[in-house]
């Protein structure tokens, strides 16, 4: 089984920066990618950025050259960083990971808790 747990969320004014963490743990043989989606109310879930096990990156255009995702492939962990933040980032923000379970085959999907993101004066 695999556990990823969020941290980071919270409250922010316009133009002010956040750092989402997500730490993935259990039997994990290999990630294969991991993301950052979001759930605003009244809308559908988005994905935000994702980078995959070679490294490269993708983000959403609504975030292009605000928001960086990256991570610390020893500690299973990615990062989002925020900047620049905007009232209609508020929503809850989670974690996703495609991850190959030691002793099982195929890829196997998990989703983190999610966490609060807020932007507003």
């Known amino acids: 089984q695999v556990q990823l747990v969020e941290s980071g969320g919270g409250l922010v004014q316009p133009g002010g920066s956040l750092r989402l963490s997500c730490a993935a743990s259990?039997?994990?043989?290999?990630?294969?990618?991991m993301d950052w989606y979001r759930r605003a109310p009244g809308k559908p879930r988005e994905l935000v950025a994702r980078?995959?096990?070679?490294?490269?990156?993708e983000y959403t255009d609504s975030v292009k050259g605000r928001f960086s995702i990256s991570r610390d492939s020893a500690k299973n962990t990615v990062y989002l960083r925020m900047n620049s933040l905007k009232p209609e980032d508020t929503a809850v923000y989670y974690c996703?990971?495609?991850?190959?379970?030691?002793?099982?085959?195929?890829?196997?999907?998990?989703w983190g808790q999610g966490t609060q993101v807020t932007v507003s004066s």
């Open positions: 996703h990971a495609v991850v190959q379970v030691t002793g099982r085959v195929g890829d196997y999907v998990y």
């Open positions: 259990g039997s994990i043989f290999s990630i294969n990618h």
């Open positions: 980078i995959t096990s070679p490294g490269s990156t």
